[in-house]
């Protein structure tokens, strides 16, 4: 065991044994890296040198009501002194107090909650009820799934392949995917691969392409689309009023499951308590995690709409997770989203929201490299550009990301970018103030690396 108080040995520690996500470790080794965090309260965390940093990304737009809820780790502790786990067969009570909560708070009809561990279970576990819901209906055709290109799922294997490469590592090491994986296009009217004219016909066109879609593969084979109310990949393109009613007309027209991933965009994230209250549809199954729990312990959930649920009972499928149900989770997300609710942060994170975008749009009149700033809520996409009007991105050459990145560092920022967006999506607990320290941050950060492309 090395001593908390020694930084480079803790640093050390993690770069021979731990294994980190997305990590350069030669790379963290050069640099100093990994930073190692020892505290954190509210939007701040502090490492084991006393630096505090502010967290304008909330780990990974995951911790909704910040860091430091001594309520939550009490309501946690208090569950772990009754009882820890549950016995095979058995329920406790926060699980089943934790599930009739998630079915007060959700649209429509989704009322049987199945819990997990991660964003990615839940995901899964959808694709596996759907493709078993279609089988008890007498269609075991029903396989495929549709989602958008640059969306993103989840890293394990049966999700790994929706949204088409999302993300910036390379998926050619997990090849080949999981069959069936279908890609349309993404209703982002700033990077429009139909061509439309405006945002509404944006919306129209890819809404379209869904329906060609399930035409071209056959309404037989395909059981579900799944996307995101607003996907932060891309930067948090707004779709247009128009895309997601028709995305459900769609959907009920040829018997295809209607997934939303609520996993980032939900409890508060956008303004709304769920992302997609922004375009008044119901959809056949939601996802969730992050901030149903703050990221204070593992946690996740699909919710399934009766209709779907009906049809299994006393025909179950063979869906397990040892982690699912856990009493510790459930006992924390009801003290968060007790807190959440009881200490209005949905609407602090319209509010503010509205109040983080407008500053970094202002930055557009001070740095030529900001080609778009959109989003809803305090999940904000700002796209960097070579040439404003030809959208040009910059080459990798040019090594953006790293730029941005050390100079987010240099701000006193947790922040990354991949070199294209930049997602500010900060705990929805912060103040105004914070916020202009985020936009005062990424306003010298741009300046920085502006000034050092013009020196190259």
Same mark, same amino acid.
């Given at each position: 065991?090395?001593?908390?108080?020694?930084?480079?040995?803790?640093?050390?520690?993690?770069?021979?044994?731990?294994?980190?996500?997305?990590?350069?470790?030669?790379?963290?080794?050069?640099?100093?890296?990994?930073?190692?965090?020892?505290?954190?309260?509210?939007?701040?965390?502090?490492?084991?040198?006393?630096?505090?940093?502010?967290?304008?990304?909330?780990?990974?737009?995951?911790?909704?009501?910040?860091?430091g809820q001594d309520e939550i780790a009490?309501?946690?502790?208090?569950?772990?002194?009754?009882?820890?786990?549950?016995?095979?067969?058995?329920?406790?009570?926060?699980?089943?107090?934790?599930?009739?909560?998630?079915?007060?708070?959700?649209?429509?009809?989704? $009322?049987?909650?199945?819990?997990?561990? =991660? &964003?990615?279970?839940?995901? *899964? @576990? #959808? /694709? +596996?009820?759907?493709? %078993?819901?279609?089988?008890?209906?007498?269609?075991?055709?029903?396989?495929?799934?549709?989602?958008?290109?640059?969306?993103?799922?989840?890293?394990?294997?049966?999700?790994?392949?929706?949204?088409?490469?999302?993300?910036?590592?390379?998926?050619?090491?997990?090849?080949?995917?999981?069959?069936?994986?279908?890609?349309?296009?993404?209703? $982002?009217?700033?990077?429009?691969?139909? =061509? &439309?004219?405006?945002?509404? *016909? @944006? #919306? /129209? +066109?890819?809404?379209? %392409?869904?329906?060609?879609?399930?035409?071209?593969?056959?309404?037989?084979?395909?059981?579900?689309?799944?996307?995101?109310?607003?996907?932060?990949?891309?930067?948090?393109?707004?779709?247009?009023?128009?895309?997601?009613?028709?995305?459900?007309?769609?959907?009920?027209?040829?018997?295809?499951?209607?997934?939303?991933?609520?996993?980032?965009?939900?409890?508060?994230?956008?303004?709304?308590?769920?992302?997609?209250?922004?375009?008044? /549809?119901?959809?056949?199954?939601?996802?969730?995690?992050?901030?149903?729990?703050?990221?204070?312990?593992?946690?996740?959930?699909?919710?399934?709409?009766?209709?779907?649920?009906?049809?299994?009972?006393?025909?179950?499928?063979?869906?397990?997770?040892?982690?699912?149900?856990?009493?510790?989770?459930?006992?924390?997300?009801?003290?968060?989203?007790?807190?959440?609710?009881?200490?209005?942060?949905?609407?602090?994170?319209?509010?503010?929201?509205?109040?983080l975008k407008a500053g970094l749009t202002?930055?557009?009149?001070?740095?030529?490299?900001?080609?778009?700033?959109?989003?809803?809520?305090?999940?904000?996409?700002?796209?960097?550009?070579?040439?404003?009007?030809?959208?040009?991105?910059?080459?990798?050459?040019?090594?953006?990301?790293?730029?941005?990145?050390?100079?987010?560092?240099?701000?006193?920022?947790?922040?990354?970018?991949?070199?294209?967006?930049?997602?500010?999506?900060?705990?929805?607990?912060?103040?105004?103030?914070?916020?202009?320290?985020?936009?005062?941050?990424?306003?010298?950060?741009?300046?920085?690396?502006?000034?050092?492309?013009?020196?190259?």
């Amino acid at each position: 065991m090395v001593a908390t108080h020694d930084t480079e040995a803790i640093r050390q520690a993690s770069l021979k044994y731990q294994w980190m996500h997305n990590a350069d470790w030669t790379e963290m080794a050069e640099t100093g890296e990994p930073i190692v965090m020892v505290a954190g309260k509210g939007v701040r965390v502090t490492d084991s040198t006393g630096k505090t940093w502010l967290d304008a990304h909330g780990g990974y737009t995951s911790v909704h009501l910040g860091y430091g809820q001594d309520e939550i780790a009490e309501a946690a502790y208090e569950q772990l002194c009754k009882i820890t786990f549950f016995p095979s067969g058995t329920t406790t009570v926060p699980v089943v107090e934790l599930a009739e909560k998630l079915a007060g708070m959700t649209p429509g009809n989704l $009322n049987r909650v199945f819990p997990g561990a =991660g &964003g990615s279970e839940a995901n *899964e @576990t #959808a /694709i +596996k009820i759907t493709r %078993a819901y279609h089988k008890r209906r007498g269609e075991a055709g029903r396989y495929k799934i549709i989602s958008r290109k640059f969306s993103y799922h989840g890293t394990t294997a049966g999700v790994l392949g929706l949204g088409n490469n999302a993300t910036d590592f390379s998926l050619s090491d997990f090849e080949p995917m999981a069959p069936g994986m279908i890609h349309v296009p993404h209703p $982002n009217h700033y990077r429009d691969e139909l =061509g &439309g004219a405006s945002p509404s *016909e @944006t #919306a /129209i +066109k890819c809404a379209q %392409a869904v329906e060609d879609a399930i035409l071209m593969h056959g309404a037989d084979t395909v059981a579900a689309f799944i996307g995101e109310p607003i996907a932060q990949p891309p930067g948090a393109p707004v779709p247009a009023p128009e895309y997601w009613p028709m995305i459900r007309e769609i959907c009920d027209r040829y018997g295809v499951v209607l997934i939303c991933d609520e996993i980032i965009t939900g409890f508060g994230r956008t303004g709304k308590m769920f992302g997609i209250e922004h375009f008044g /549809i119901e959809p056949d199954m939601m996802t969730m995690g992050k901030g149903l729990i703050s990221s204070y312990l593992p946690l996740a959930a699909t919710v399934v709409s009766d209709d779907i649920a009906d049809y299994f009972g006393s025909d179950n499928i063979a869906h397990a997770i040892t982690a699912s149900g856990h009493p510790v989770t459930a006992a924390a997300a009801l003290k968060n989203l007790e807190i959440l609710e009881r200490d209005g942060y949905v609407e602090n994170s319209r509010v503010q929201g509205e109040y983080l975008k407008a500053g970094l749009t202002e930055l557009m009149d001070r740095h030529t490299i900001v080609g778009d700033v959109r989003g809803l809520g305090l999940l904000i996409g700002v796209e960097i550009v070579a040439d404003r009007d030809t959208k040009e991105r910059f080459p990798k050459s040019a090594g953006l990301a790293a730029r941005l990145n050390a100079a987010f560092r240099k701000q006193g920022l947790i922040l990354q970018s991949d070199g294209n967006i930049i997602t500010v999506g900060p705990p929805i607990c912060i103040t105004r103030d914070e916020c202009d320290e985020i936009i005062a941050g990424v306003d010298a950060s741009l300046t920085e690396v502006e000034a050092g492309l013009a020196s190259d």
